[in-house]
Structures are given as C-alpha cells and as structure tokens.
C-alpha cells in the first residue's frame, strides 16, 4: 500500500480502504486527470457504483477535482495540497492533448474571474488549452 495514499486519506479524514487507496494510487502513478472509463479498465476487479462513489466522495471531500476536456467528457485530477471539504482551490486551466487525449493540470496558469449577468451565479469555470502534448510532438 503507498504512503502518499495513506496519508491524503489521513488528511482528508476518510476511512482507509481498500477501495480508496487503489483509486489514489492509482491518481498518484498516473500524475495526470483520468476519466471514469479509463478508471474503470484499470480497476477492473472494482464495482462499477463502489468507483462512481469513491470518485464523488474524493471530489466533495477536496482530493480530487474536476477537468473537462474537449470531448466534454469528465475527467479528475488529484487537487493540489490546501483543497477541503469547505474549499476547493483548484482554479486552474487544463492542458488536452489532442492527439493522445491526454490531460494535465496546469497550476500556474488560473482561470480568470467572470462577470455574469445579474440574478446569474457562476458555480464552475472550466478553462481546456488544446494542442499537442511533449510526447506526441
């Protein structure tokens, strides 16, 4: 079992199981946001529901965030150090190759704050720079 798994579900106050460690290790060795399917393909001994709740708990507890991609399909990224239950920190744009599909967050790069019409409230704001990855050049 991995340490740094351990310890985010420690820091985050999740019971450790063995469901949510392989989930973070599997985040953790991946160092990249990853999509329900392809969770689903490398856990393949995990049920299907136990996956879709683990991923929602970790998300609404600030293990995980959300990064869309072109496709408009969901993936999550592990959230940087600091994200809670109460507060997400993770504004951020997200890089999608378009050749690998791959996804990656990019930290330094914030999303910018938007003004919407009146009686509107923003909830998220996904901001997806496309292009061609290191590795597909």
Not at 20 to 49: C, P, Q, Y
Not at 113 to 124: E, F, H, L, M, R
């Amino acid at each position: 079992m991995s340490r740094a798994a351990i310890e985010l579900l420690e820091q985050h106050q999740l019971r450790k199981t063995n469901t949510r460690i392989h989930v973070l290790e599997t985040f953790l060795n991946a160092k990249e946001a990853i999509g329900h399917s392809e969770l689903e393909k490398t856990l393949a001994d995990m049920d299907r529901i136990t996956l879709y709740r683990t991923l929602k708990t970790f998300e609404q507890k600030g293990v995980l965030h959300q990064a869309l991609d072109t496709s408009g399909r969901m993936k999550y990224a592990l959230c940087a150090k600091g994200c809670s239950e109460q507060s997400h920190n993770d504004h951020h744009a997200h890089f999608h190759c378009t050749t690998c599909d791959r996804t990656i967050c990019l930290e330094n790069a914030m999303t910018p704050s938007i003004k919407v019409p009146s009686g509107y409230k923003a909830q998220k704001i996904h901001l997806v720079v496309t292009g061609i990855c290191e590795n597909c050049q």
